[in-house]
């Protein structure tokens, strides 16, 4: 590997790999730009996984369930009786609204991955100008500083002390070192330093490219929630064969009819089993909350993020950018006693501030307050600021060896300097220590023996919202966990004036165990911690996950990337570094802490909506497979022993709107509704104890009711079919009740809706000639509610019996408690 190169060399190095005469110190010519360009030696490769409309459009018409019910409908149609085919109309309301919500979703996303988009600055005709990624070509110049991504693979043309973090393409978790000739591959990020690197790899052939190519094979992020609704459809497709094959037998061999009317029946027996709107359900409210999100210039980059949100219980949170703005002002200048001249101090500082390429904002505080020139050149040796070692330096020749960092890292604990900084910190202030140093700062036993100069203490604003956001958290039961690489005692301080409970009782991480048993017991009693590594950061998640823990990571530094990736959501601001960008699931362009809540309540109302509608949907699949059961074995048994079969009893428009007002519309309001709890786990189980007894309840009860008014009643095939259809509805309609709690007006007035929309459907004469129902007959009409009632007795005992056997807590009343509270982010969402 070459040597360090350095001023004229860099271009000696760049040439002998290059076709073309490159001056690394300008980068390619605008003719050069457009040779690579024609020839297609550029970075084509996708801005971000986003699926085309063509996908979307073919994903949301050749599904299983439309290609179900389009049979289906082909085999009504066949018989003549298109009005029982209105069932079809699902197959284009399930594919157009689909489409729709995710064309929407899709450009929202895409127009916010824009602006969130890492843009590398590269030199172009001797201008560094920053440019998107797929605008890169072949042997382009491309610049480096702390916490930005290399966008392609490539070769160090320059290096001051640059170092490369490539632990999230190998796993190796130390910083590498690179000096001019190294090759850098994509997808890995600079963890300090700075320098340049020219593309040797662009598009396809870039490491990082051929990484999201192979990871493209595999699955998305895991979704409990999309795992879940898979195996329950896996379920009932093996419960719908036998009870398909059953229904089949039943009316075209035992019951008698002819082909037309058996064949309707069979249909109508079929249609209910498919949970049609359950995955379009689920697709619209992840849909809708992404562009809810987008408005609040939230970039959702893993859909599966929006569930992990809802399980969030707690977040871990940097108090720099997040707590506190970003912004920091130079406040007092505390000179050592002793110490050099005010001057030489300010010359100093100048001089670190002026030539720092890529400064923090502790440096452009400095350079903001500092003269412009300080007169002494270019620094002779540099030690870049790193998050491990807390302090940066540079070596000026004959005008000394300097370095600024953090006082308790710097200095001896018990000197006067280091107290004096420790009771400044207190107050929530920042302070960094200037001294002179004995050794060149790039020496290896460097800093050496440090002699104090100055405390520059730096001011950081509180942001007005951080307490209001933490309030929000306490009264979710969301633990927060303040985690920052500054002084203990500073940390505590901004913690504790924000009222975050044992803010006044910091942790200095140098203390922590490095035990991961241990390390879990300190976080679950701490909240606050100060002089925290980038690797600690990321032990702490760890430990924090070990204990049952779902882990939010805020960040927007190069020193958050490892923690922000293992984290279950990493959330980033959109100021933040490139590399920080591009490991968040969730990305919070406003750069706004406050936009947190909101994003938690987002979650929570989409995976809670899902919930409550799976209960609808799977309840219906669960009766409508019962019935059909019972029936085609009575034909069995009809066969065996010589007595009359029964048919199906409902015509394909009976359930058909038997789901509209007990499934259709209410599931469509309820998917879109506030919803405030925290999502847990088990989300197959919890669906099926609803759903199973209550679907079982129905169709047990229908049939009955069924069976005794074909058998003791004096009634027309349209009275029977329309006796069994008021008990079904009545029980499913007590299933949307219970789903719906606890109750509010608006769910109240959405059941009651529900009621009055049946009540017409059975007393228009219009209505009731169109859908075929007579419940004219006051005794079967009297059985049909009678039955109604019970069922309904049964579905509410069995709620509340599962409810004690598992422990969980019902209300039918939403109360004050059960409300974001007075919070402004919940009454949003």
């Not at 702390?146 to 320059?158: A, F, L, P, T």
């Amino acid at each position: 590997m070459a040597h360090e190169h350095t001023g004229s060399k860099e271009t000696a190095v760049a040439t002998a790999d290059s076709p073309d005469d490159i001056d690394v110190s300008r980068g390619l010519t605008a003719e050069q730009v457009a040779a690579r360009i024609a020839s297609g030696q550029t970075n084509d490769v996708p801005d971000r996984a986003s699926r085309s409309v063509k996908d979307i459009i073919r994903g949301n018409i050749f599904t299983r369930i439309n290609a179900i019910l389009t049979v289906l409908l082909v085999i009504v149609l066949s018989t003549g009786s298109v009005i029982d085919g209105m069932f079809g109309f699902l197959i284009v309301a399930n594919s157009g609204i689909g489409i729709i919500q995710e064309i929407r979703a899709k450009r929202t996303l895409d127009a916010l991955a824009i602006v969130s988009q890492a843009k590398p600055m590269v030199r172009r005709d001797g201008v560094a100008v920053a440019l998107a990624p797929k605008d890169v070509v072949l042997d382009d110049i491309i610049e480096l500083g702390s916490g930005d991504q290399i966008v392609v693979d490539g070769e160090v043309v320059s290096s001051a002390a640059l170092e490369i973090d490539e632990s999230l393409l190998t796993g190796e978790a130390d910083p590498v070192h690179k000096m001019a000739g190294a090759p850098v591959l994509s997808g890995s990020f600079v963890a300090a330093g700075s320098g340049a690197y020219r593309a040797t790899k662009v598009g396809g052939d870039a490491y990082a490219a051929k990484l999201a190519e192979e990871a493209s094979k595999f699955t998305l992020v895991h979704s409990e929630l999309r795992s879940g609704i898979d195996s329950i459809l896996k379920f009932i497709t093996y419960l719908m064969i036998p009870a398909g094959a059953l229904i089949i037998y039943n009316q075209l061999f035992s019951s008698g009819q002819s082909l037309g009317p058996a064949l309707n029946g069979m249909v109508a027996a079929l249609v209910p089993m498919v949970p049609e709107g359950l995955v379009l359900m689920t697709s619209i409210a992840f849909a809708v909350g992404v562009i809810r999100l987008g408005k609040r210039q939230c970039l959702v980059q893993e859909l599966p993020a929006i569930e992990g949100l809802a399980r969030v219980d707690v977040v871990c949170a940097d108090k720099t950018g997040t707590l506190t703005e970003n912004g920091m002002r130079l406040s007092e200048l505390k000179l050592a006693e002793g110490s050099a001249d005010e001057s030489v101090i300010k010359a100093a500082l100048s001089a670190m501030a002026a030539s720092d390429p890529r400064p923090n904002a502790s440096v452009l505080a400095i350079r903001e307050s500092m003269p412009a020139d300080a007169g002494w050149g270019e620094a002779t040796a540099v030690a870049p600021f790193s998050s491990a070692k807390k302090w940066s330096g540079q070596s000026y020749g004959a005008h000394g060896n300097w370095v600024l960092g953090a006082p308790d890292m710097l200095l001896d604990p018990a000197s006067d300097m280091a107290r004096e900084a420790e009771s400044v910190g207190s107050n929530g202030l920042r302070v960094l220590m200037l001294g002179s140093s004995n050794l060149s700062v790039d020496d290896a036993d460097a800093p050496g023996i440090v002699t104090p100069a100055a405390l520059v203490v730096l001011e950081q604003k509180v942001r007005p919202d951080a307490q209001e956001t933490l309030e929000y958290f306490a009264s979710q039961k969301v633990a927060v966990k303040v985690i920052s690489g500054d002084n203990a005692v500073s940390v505590g301080a901004v913690a504790g004036s924000l009222g975050l409970e044992g803010g006044d009782r910091p942790i200095d991480a140098r203390e922590l165990p490095s035990d991961q048993e241990k390390l879990a017991d300190v976080l679950e009693g701490a909240t606050t911690f100060g002089r925290v590594r980038p690797d600690q950061k990321r032990e702490m998640v760890a430990a924090l996950q070990s204990r049952g823990h779902t882990v939010a990571m805020t960040g927007d530094g190069v020193n958050d990337v490892l923690a922000l990736k293992d984290a279950d959501i990493g959330v980033s601001m959109g100021s933040g570094s490139p590399a920080t960008r591009a490991v968040a699931q969730i990305v919070l362009l406003d750069n706004k802490f406050a936009t947190l809540p909101y994003v938690v309540a987002e979650g929570r109302r989409v995976i809670g909506n899902i919930e409550r509608v799976s209960n609808l949907f799977l309840t219906k699949t669960v009766y409508s497979v019962v019935l059909a059961f019972l029936i085609g074995i009575t034909g069995v048994l009809s066969q065996i022993f010589h007595f009359e079969a029964l048919s199906y009893p409902f015509l394909p428009r009976h359930v058909t709107i038997a789901a509209w007002f007990t499934i259709g519309i209410p599931a469509f309001v309820l998917s879109l509704a506030p919803n405030n709890e925290r999502a847990r786990s088990g989300f197959v189980a919890r669906v099926m104890r609803l759903a199973l007894p209550s679907g079982i309840i129905i169709g047990v009860t229908t049939f009955v009711t069924y069976v005794i008014v074909h058998t003791s009643y004096d009634v027309t095939r349209e009275q029977e079919s329309t006796t069994a259809l008021i008990t079904l509805i009545m029980i499913a309609l007590w299933v949307l009740a219970v789903v719906a709690r606890p109750y509010t007006w608006w769910k109240l007035v959405l059941i009651g809706g529900s009621v009055a929309g049946y009540l017409i459907l059975f007393a228009l004469p219009f209505t009731r000639t169109f859908f075929e129902l007579d419940p004219s007959n006051i005794a079967a009409t009297t059985l049909a509610i009678t039955a109604g009632a019970v069922g309904v007795f049964l579905v509410e005992v069995s709620w509340w019996v599962s409810a004690r056997l598992h422990g969980e807590k019902r209300k039918l009343f939403t109360t004050p408690e059960d409300l974001p509270g007075e919070h402004h982010h919940a009454h949003t969402s």
